[in-house]
């Protein structure tokens, strides 16, 4: 049972208020030192987070100067917007295109019967899809009805069964299956209809539908039952209806004929994409594309100086000294930010050795001021874009200057070193090639007209030459040329031949370089030797060194000694060499990203912050347990004091009561 306690009963002193004041005694100059140090530290954590956030700010400004690309832009202009739009990317290059939209791209569609109900059931069995090209002119109705399958896209199925053999429980089979085809009810006023469409557009990607009930094969197309859904060429009577059939855009570039399966087009004018909105037969439009690199490089750079500057500001306010009678700032002899300030300011002083006067941020308009931020003079940095646009340009950015032309630099990394690397090759990279010993004869004819092929692991479809007598072989090693090349899978992935006669045989050579360029027959054609004795040669890999180090060839590139070169030189030996330069703003992004990482200066001094208030947290519980073991020892001896002297008065009064009880000289006691 506790101890009921009442301090000065005995005693009759104020026991409460005494030992409040010496706890307060006791407490007071500790936690005033705490609560003046968690002040502080508080304070400079939130300084810290300013700080952190200016290094963001400025490292951001960095993101469009430490790279070649973005100091490559263009503007697009279209003389017609509602026939088409269009974007540009870095690599594109000024100039006007004539562009006319023929036909719009459009993905397949099949319309069922017309059902009297969504629940209507249908019939179980399994749906398989295939993608390809059905007939033109095909609608289920009239026409011949010819389909050929796109390799380069799987069959699939989907299994209908008592669970899902309604209309609206094959359109949640298919749908959830996720296999390229959506399908939908239609209330057509009459009745109810599923429409199947391919999820892509083009002519390529028209749909086949098969269809197994598990009985004989006249039952799969008899329809009745799910084979109400089938349609391919073992169909008599369609039940289905080709209500869109799958077409690929049409559109003319400067009078020459395109065809892409979206009507999103890229590949054909570089580094721009057309976005097809309408058909205008007749009437080509314009694209002009317009350079606006100065303009855009001057944007950079001013809003590059500009977030400088903010960082000096906030890190300057931050340390600023007012004298004995100011209010200093409150990371005034920071060791962190002066390192942070030093480091960034000691890069603006670099000079790049990019062979020109444009060398140093002073040589293009850019001063330091005495208080450290500086000062863009707009008329000296645009003479300086106009004058040598490149030179400018790699100041800021990461570049190779090659020796020859030669060799192309592709890339580096973070820490490749400022330096002269030297070039050598000992193996040259070759190209994949097929050779065909075709026939001596030149008639082009329905009986061998078409082949396909394989160039670099991309099937170019059915190609079909243009039917006559060629002149000589070499106009007929043209034809081939010109329509394989013309394959919209080869203009898609940037990919293409070129075709020589030489020796009684056509050589195909695939145009990239490396084991990963070949050529190959994927449908034959005797006469033009396209066959299984075809012979086909993958490319091989180049072999060399950069820098005397070791390397990694593929194709035509070297990677070693921290960068990526293109080598298109065919001698071996020493081939040239690349001046290489990080450039500033590739060099103070390295540098803000070591101080904003996990081990960086930023993140430790916040975490040191943070363990030292951590740190007080656990003082002010060792204040409290020191406070509260004095208090409760003071109390113990007042108590025992209150005891003692509750004791004495007892013993006081009974005296006092036995003295008065005692005769008194001359009383009548």
Request: glycine content about 10%; proline content about 1%; cysteine-free.
């Given at each position: 049972?506790?101890t ?10 104020d ?18 030192r ?25 490292q951001?400004?960095?993101?469009k ?28 290059q000024a100039?006007?295109?004539s ?12 319309a ?10 249908i019939?179980?069995?399994?749906l ?12 289920g ?10 390799i380069?896209?799987s ?46 557009q ?11 009930e ?35 855009a ?28 309408k ?15 100065i ?35 409150i ?53 300086a ?16 200057n ?16 400022d ?17 065909s ?18 160039v ?33 899978s ?7 031949t ?14 990239s ?12 054609n ?42 298109t ?12 330069t ?5 060099k103070?992004d390295s ?29 002010r ?9 004095i ?39």
């Open positions: 049972m506790g009921i306690t009442a301090g000065g009963i005995g005693s009759g002193l026991v409460t208020g005494i030992l409040d004041q010496i706890v307060a005694a006791e407490r007071g100059p500790a936690e005033s705490l609560n003046l140090k968690e002040a502080k530290l508080q304070a400079e954590l939130s300084a810290f987070g300013s700080i952190r956030s200016s290094v963001n700010t400025f951001a400004s960095l993101s100067l430490k790279s070649a690309t973005f100091f490559n832009s263009t503007n697009v202009n279209v003389s017609n917007p509602e026939v088409l739009s269009a974007t540009t990317t870095s690599i594109a100039g006007n295109f562009v006319e939209v023929k036909s719009l791209a459009q993905a397949s569609s099949l069922s019967i017309a059902f009297t109900d969504i629940d209507d059931v019939g179980s069995g399994t398989t899809f295939d993608f390809g090209t059905t007939a033109a002119g095909f609608d109705t009239a026409g011949t009805y010819s389909f050929t399958k796109n380069e896209r069959s699939a199925s989907v299994e209908i069964d008592n669970s899902n053999n309604t209309i609206s429980g094959v359109r949640d089979a298919i749908n959830q299956a996720d296999i390229g085809v959506l399908a939908t009810i239609v209330d057509n006023g009459s009745g109810f209809q599923l429409l199947l469409s391919s999820d892509q083009g002519a390529d990607n028209s749909l086949e539908i098969r269809v197994e598990g009985g004989t094969a006249a039952e799969n197309i008899d329809a009745t039952g799910l084979s109400l859904l089938a349609f391919n060429s073992s169909v008599t009577s369609f039940s289905q209806t080709q209500t869109q059939a799958g077409i690929d049409e559109l003319t570039v400067n009078g020459l004929t395109v065809f892409r399966e979206s009507n999103t087009v890229s590949g054909v004018i570089n580094g721009v994409t057309l976005n097809l909105l058909t205008d037969v007749g009437n080509p439009l314009q694209v002009n594309i317009s350079n606006n690199n303009n855009e490089a001057q944007e950079n750079i001013s809003n590059f100086v500009t977030a400088y500057n903010e960082l000096a500001d906030t890190l300057g306010s931050l340390t600023e000294f007012q004298g004995a009678d100011g209010q200093n700032g990371l005034l002899g920071d060791t962190t930010t002066r390192n942070i300030l030093q480091q960034i300011r000691r890069e603006f002083g670099s000079v790049i050795d990019n062979g020109s006067s444009f060398n140093g941020l002073s040589s293009i308009g850019i001063k330091t001021n005495q208080d450290g931020t500086l000062t863009l003079n707009g008329g000296d940095l645009s003479a874009l106009k004058l040598d646009f490149d030179s400018v340009a790699q100041l800021f950015y990461a570049s190779g090659p020796s020859t032309n030669e060799i192309n630099f592709i890339s580096n990394t973070a820490s490749t070193a330096d002269i690397y030297r070039v050598s090759v000992s193996t040259l990279a070759t190209q994949g090639q097929l050779t010993q075709a026939s001596a004869g030149l008639l082009i004819d329905s009986s061998n007209d078409t082949f396909s092929l394989v670099d692991g991309i099937s170019t479809g059915t190609i079909t030459l243009a039917q006559t007598t060629y002149a000589d072989q070499n106009s007929l090693a043209q034809e081939i040329e010109n329509k394989v090349n013309a394959a919209s080869l203009l898609s992935a940037g990919v293409s070129s075709v020589v006669y030489e020796n009684g045989a056509f050589q195909i050579n695939s145009s370089y490396g084991d990963a360029s070949n050529v190959s027959v994927l449908t034959e005797a006469f033009l030797g396209l066959t299984s004795n075809a012979v086909s040669s993958a490319g091989t890999n180049i072999v060399g060194s950069i820098g005397g180090g070791g390397t990694f060839g593929q194709g035509r590139e070297l990677s070693g000694s921290g960068l990526v070169l293109e080598v030189s065919n001698a071996t030996g020493n081939v040239g060499s690349v001046a290489f990080q450039g500033l703003a590739s103070l540098l803000l990203s070591q101080f904003l990482s996990t081990t960086g200066q930023l993140t430790s001094k916040t975490d040191s912050i943070t363990d030292q208030i951590d740190d007080i947290s656990v003082q519980r060792d204040l409290n347990d020191r406070v509260t073991d208090e409760n020892r003071f109390r113990r001896q007042f108590t025992a004091l209150d005891i003692l002297l509750g004791t004495l008065q007892n013993t006081s009064n009974f005296l006092d009561q036995q003295l008065a009880s005692l005769p008194t000289i001359g009383g009548n006691n």
